[in-house]
């Protein structure tokens, strides 16, 4: 499109809303836009922000065009960027809008930020000269514009001696552009030495670096120096003036991180994640769109910042399941990495230590290369790892570690070490009955327990946060005191640690508890400093922490995730076991791992305790080959969810017998989704099985515009590619 301001122009605009296509809009005369540019427009008795599309509209009847209100005075949407929204919205079969709107969620991002007013000495000499206004004025000689509060703090002075100055008129003001948010990176600034295996490593990026587009797979056990290596690759794209993205699973506990890269580059990267202020998310959308952010640290929604010249994405625990959004745009930020750099023509790493069968396949059948990590960084060892098979040393009564654990912890807390012991369940128990009649505490709008957190005097329910106070007496047959806590959260845990060792300092971690994440960042703090003996967490401490005196990890129920039938879930178990008992022996020191399990000889106790992951991988990959599962045959995953179970039933039905007839794509259900009821709408799924090359996408299109449309209360959802299966 060119920039003629041609009269009656119309072009295409994305607006954030479901809609499949770009609507049309009249730009008046004299408006400069082209292709990507962000614009305001009337939209209903509304007005949105859109994006100005490149894809041709339909013929629109010219007197109903509406004229766009206003172009913002923002950087346009890069064409990677918006090739991106059309790749995702097409795999992931979302209304192009839905994407789009991933990319403006920062709206007061599209003004411009307003510059700082700058002191500029103008000369002159003080009405009354003090020891504090010469020290203003000798910095304020270097002609050099200061803000006020910058003058004052390098000064040394309070704000009232520099506001005495400019009253005197010594000062004129002047525009300065707000600051970055945070300083360039320097890539030469605090370069490790790296071992020879590392060293190897970091070469192949580094040569990566150079090139298009490429996958690898950087595969390094716990503590080899992953963070350490990928940084090399950063370090390229930065020394090629290229904008870098790093996903991490879980940024808002990644503080370490942050100093780590800091301690490599000189300054942090700019931080992308929920939790950060309004004010703090606008100006890192804004200086990315600049240009002037050349490193974000991010969760999966950074894939969707306004990069203008992203040259580079790292995905650090690759496998992480945090990495797949299942809400709205159903999507896989690490899959649409990969299609990021592809688009982009440019390196993709995937970092872990037990990385995603998938990833594996891909790197085995050669289109990811892989590079590897054999041995941990320095002395140090990798824990050795058992397991406790609970059948033969049971926990004492009313408790849940077996003799053999507790006697290590007792161990270790006397050697001054730190033991960290991991349950991936929050509160205090995960069910409450009462023992006269057997009555079960239900959410009343989902199909789970309400799990009680004692410290609270609460049942909570963990899928929509209902919230009831624990009673005394059962609310079903009355009976005073007789109601019971089945099964261990970590607060169960840590009452019975307590009881063991009162003088132990215990920490609990879970992502309940009060104070959020800056409490959080300062627990982890503590537990790396030496300030806990005992830590009693849920996967929120499993991930990436280097607690340096932890030498002894107990996993309180190994076979809490194998239960519940999903192929994956020895994968997910063997991922999060590594991960968690990887906390132990970061430094020299001998360590430990001790696993409690029902079933010892479970694959994936096996493959801990032996340490052959290989064997593993093997088999799992087998399997899955065996059964035509991803990644060797493909799935899809509609969630019919309405008001009442018969109409989401009866659309489901609807939908499969809409489905088109294929013969190498077949369709299971509806059946009730694993989750049947949550926050008070019942779910049901078809799982849709296809073959490697199956056109997935074709199918499950056809199969929802054959279907009558959904009505009432019902709402259809399409996940490529389901997690769980
Ligand atoms: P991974 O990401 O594979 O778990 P890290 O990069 O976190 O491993 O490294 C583990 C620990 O070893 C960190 O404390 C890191 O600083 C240290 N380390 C790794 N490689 C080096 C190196 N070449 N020089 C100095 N320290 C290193
Ligand atoms: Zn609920």
């Given at each position: 499109m060119s920039e003629d301001s041609s009269r009656n122009r119309i072009v295409p605009v994305l607006v954030p809303m479901p809609?499949?296509?770009?609507?049309?809009?009249?730009?008046?005369?004299?408006?400069?836009?082209?292709?990507?540019?962000?614009?305001?427009?009337?939209?209903?008795?509304?007005?949105?922000?859109?994006?100005?599309?490149?894809?041709?509209?339909?013929?629109?009847?010219?007197?109903?065009?509406?004229?766009?209100?206003?172009?913002?005075?923002?950087?346009?949407?890069?064409?990677?960027?918006?090739?991106?929204?059309?790749?995702?919205?097409?795999?992931?079969?979302?209304?192009?809008?839905?994407?789009?709107r991933m990319f403006l969620r920062?709206?007061?991002?599209?003004?411009?930020?307003?510059?700082?007013?700058?002191?500029?000495?103008?000369?002159?000499?003080?009405?009354?000269?003090?020891?504090?206004?010469?020290?203003v004025l000798e910095l304020a000689r270097d002609g050099m514009a200061w803000t006020r509060s910058g003058l004052a703090h390098a000064a040394g002075v309070s704000l009232t001696v520099v506001d005495g100055l400019k009253a005197q008129g010594l000062f004129e003001t002047v525009k300065i552009p707000p600051p970055p948010v945070v300083a360039a990176p320097d890539p030469t600034y605090g370069a490790a030495?790296?071992?020879?295996?590392?060293?190897?490593?970091?070469?192949t990026l580094r040569d990566k670096a150079g090139g298009g587009f490429s996958v690898t797979l950087l595969d390094g056990v716990t503590g080899s120096g992953k963070t350490e290596v990928y940084f090399e690759a950063i370090a390229a794209a930065v020394e090629a003036g290229r904008q870098v993205l790093v996903l991490v699973p879980e940024i808002a506990l990644t503080a370490a991180f942050l100093d780590r890269f800091h301690d490599r580059f000189g300054a942090k990267p700019a931080e992308w994640?929920?939790?950060?202020?309004?004010?703090?998310?606008?100006?890192?959308?804004?200086?990315?769109?600049?240009?002037?952010?050349?490193?974000?640290?991010?969760?999966?929604?950074?894939?969707?910042?306004?990069?203008?010249d992203l040259g580079l994405i790292v995905v650090d625990e690759e496998h992480d399941p945090a990495y797949k959004q299942e809400d709205r745009v159903y999507y896989s930020a690490r899959d649409m990495a990969v299609v990021r750099g592809h688009i982009g023509g440019f390196p993709v790493v995937l970092a872990s230590a037990t990385p995603a069968v998938e990833s594996r396949v891909n790197a085995d059948q050669g289109r990811y290369e892989r590079v590897m990590l054999p041995a941990r960084f320095a002395e140090a060892a990798m824990p050795d790892l058992r397991a406790i098979d609970m059948r033969r040393s049971p926990p004492a009564r009313g408790g849940f570690l077996s003799p053999v654990l507790l006697e290590q912890v007792e161990k270790t807390v006397a050697r001054g070490?730190?033991?960290?012991?991991?349950?991936?369940?929050?509160?205090?128990?995960?069910?409450?009955?009462?023992?006269?009649?057997?009555?079960?505490?239900?959410?009343?709008?989902?199909?789970?327990?309400?799990?009680?957190?004692?410290?609270?005097?609460?049942?909570?329910?963990?899928?929509?946060?209902h919230t009831e106070p624990r009673p005394e007496a059962c609310p079903s047959c009355g009976a005073l005191d007789h109601l019971v806590a089945c099964g261990p959260g970590v607060e169960r845990i840590a009452e019975e640690v307590v009881g063991r060792f009162p003088d132990a300092r215990t920490i609990v971690l879970s992502s309940d508890m009060l104070?959020?994440?800056?409490?959080?960042?300062?627990?982890?703090?503590?537990?790396?400093?030496?300030?806990?003996?005992?830590?009693?967490?849920?996967?929120?401490?499993?991930?990436?922490?280097?607690?340096?005196?932890?030498?002894?990890?107990?996993?309180?129920?190994?076979?809490?995730g194998l239960a519940n039938g999903d192929p994956r879930a020895a994968e997910r178990t063997f991922q999060l076991l590594s991960q968690v008992t990887g906390r132990a022996g970061r430094t020299g020191r001998k360590s430990l791992?001790?696993?409690?399990?029902?079933?010892?000889?479970?694959?994936?106790?096996?493959?801990?305790?032996?340490?052959?992951?290989?064997?593993?991988?093997?088999?799992?990959?087998?399997?899955?080959?065996?059964?035509?599962?991803?990644?060797?045959?493909?799935?899809?995953?509609?969630?019919?969810?309405?008001?009442?179970?018969?109409?989401?039933?009866?659309?489901?039905?609807?939908?499969?017998?809409?489905?088109?007839?294929?013969?190498?794509?077949?369709?299971?259900?509806?059946?009730?989704?694993?989750?049947?009821?949550?926050?008070?709408?019942?779910?049901?799924?078809?799982?849709?099985?296809?073959e490697r090359r199956s056109d997935m996408q074709g199918f499950v299109r056809a199969m929802v515009a054959a279907a009558e449309r959904p009505r009432g209360s019902v709402r259809v959802s399409v996940d490529i590619d389901p997690q769980s299966f």
């Open positions: 809609a499949e296509r770009p609507y049309s809009y009249a730009v008046p005369d004299g408006m400069v836009i082209g292709p990507g540019s962000i614009v305001r427009v009337p939209l209903g008795p509304r007005e949105v922000a859109g994006i100005v599309w490149d894809t041709p509209t339909d013929r629109v009847d010219a007197k109903k065009l509406r004229p766009i209100s206003e172009v913002f005075d923002c950087p346009p949407l890069a064409e990677a960027d918006r090739r991106f929204v059309d790749w995702v919205a097409a795999y992931t079969l979302s209304p192009p809008g839905m994407v789009a920062a709206p007061a991002a599209f003004d411009p930020e307003p510059p700082l007013e700058g002191l500029v000495f103008a000369g002159g000499e003080p009405e009354r000269a003090t020891a504090a206004r010469a020290r030495d790296l071992t020879p295996d590392q060293r190897d490593a970091a070469g994640h929920s939790d950060l202020s309004p004010r703090m998310r606008e100006r890192v959308w804004r200086q990315v769109a600049e240009g002037r952010v050349r490193v974000v640290a991010g969760a999966r929604s950074a894939l969707f910042l306004p990069f203008n070490e730190q033991a960290l012991l991991f349950l991936n369940r929050r509160g205090y128990a995960p069910l409450t009955l009462c023992r006269v009649c057997g009555h079960r505490f239900q959410c009343p709008s989902c199909s789970s327990w309400l799990v009680e957190h004692r410290f609270r005097g609460q049942l909570v329910c963990h899928h929509c946060a104070g959020g994440v800056k409490r959080l960042r300062l627990e982890l703090d503590a537990i790396a400093k030496g300030e806990a003996d005992i830590v009693i967490g849920t996967q929120l401490v499993a991930k990436g922490h280097n607690f340096p005196n932890m030498t002894l990890v107990g996993v309180v129920d190994a076979d809490l791992g001790l696993i409690q399990t029902y079933q010892p000889a479970h694959p994936v106790m096996q493959a801990l305790v032996s340490g052959d992951a290989e064997s593993f991988y093997e088999r799992e990959i087998a399997e899955r080959e065996r059964a035509g599962l991803p990644p060797f045959g493909r799935l899809a995953a509609i969630i019919i969810s309405a008001a009442t179970r018969a109409e989401a039933e009866s659309h489901g039905r609807a939908l499969r017998r809409a489905a088109p007839a294929a013969a190498d794509i077949s369709v299971l259900g509806p059946t009730e989704a694993p989750l049947a009821l949550v926050a008070g709408r019942h779910r049901f799924r078809l799982l849709i099985h296809g």
